[in-house]
């Protein structure tokens, strides 16, 4: 059974940094390129960061560009976020997706919760 | 960049047929595949359409997808509609610069 189990969500302050881990199992990780996608209270979703699946390809939302900075460890079977200089309007929750070019987004997992506020 | 505009809300009774639309802004509809996403209350979302008309397995045959490129739009219809149904429905495209969502559609079905 496909798993992604994202940790590493809490409270921040403005201009704070966090860093969000996804531990993935159940399918070939090195295979998939990888996305976080956040959607905060009551809002729909966005897209935040791809990652290829060897690491060598990698885009970013304008609203993340220069703060966050996505990452994988292949022989862990493991998706980063590293957040840094959050705003308030980073809070959100944020999902690990497989999906990219070659698949659709798919299976989501349960996401973990950002709140920046002070 | 491009947008995909939904609508905010639609409603209909059980066992009716909803249709919800999905307009790209620019660049054609046809260029890039369309996903349709259901998410209910308190749930991570799932796939319930993949690449503009397939549906996943344990998906049931009342959900159907289509492209209209006279219009520049996809649409997600759901057939034979249930109170299950009630959810937050996004479509999802993307371009040489990635991924974009609609804005959600919020499905009442009462």
């Known amino acids: 059974e496909v798993q992604l189990v994202e940790s590493g969500g809490g409270l921040v302050q403005p201009g704070g940094s966090l860093r969000l881990s996804c531990a993935a199992s159940?399918?070939?990780?090195?295979?998939?390129?990888m996305n976080w996608v956040r959607q905060a209270p009551g809002k729909g979703l966005e897209w935040v960061s791809y990652?290829?699946?060897?690491?060598?390809?990698?885009y970013y939302a304008d609203s993340v560009k220069g703060r966050f900075t996505i990452s994988r460890d292949n022989a862990k079977n493991s998706l980063y976020l590293q957040m840094n200089s959050l705003r308030a309007e980073d809070t959100a929750v944020y999902y690990c997706?497989?999906?990219?070019?070659?698949?659709?987004?798919?299976?989501w997992g349960q996401g973990t919760l950002v709140t920046v506020s002070s | 960049n491009f947008m995909l505009t939904q609508p905010h809300s639609v409603s209909e009774s059980p066992g009716k047929t909803v249709t919800i639309s999905c307009t790209r802004s620019?660049?054609?509809?046809?260029?890039?595949?369309v996903q349709w996403y259901q998410q209910r209350p308190g749930s991570a979302p799932t796939t319930v359409i993949y690449?503009?008309?397939?549906?996943p397995s344990g998906v049931p045959d009342r959900f159907s997808g289509s492209i209209d490129s006279s219009s520049n739009s996809a649409s997600l219809t759901i057939s034979g509609l249930k109170t299950e149904d009630e959810a937050d429905y996004y479509c999802?495209?993307?371009?040489?610069?990635?991924?974009?969502f609609g804005g959600g559609t919020k499905l009442t079905v009462l």
């Open positions: 997706v497989p999906g990219g070019y070659s698949s659709w987004f798919d299976p």
């Open positions: 159940g399918f070939t990780f090195s295979s998939y390129e």
């Open positions: 990652i290829s699946s060897s690491g060598s390809t990698i």
């Open positions: 620019s660049g054609s509809i046809a260029s890039n595949y």
């Open positions: 690449e503009d008309n397939q549906r």
């Open positions: 999802q495209s993307y371009d040489s610069t990635p991924w974009v």
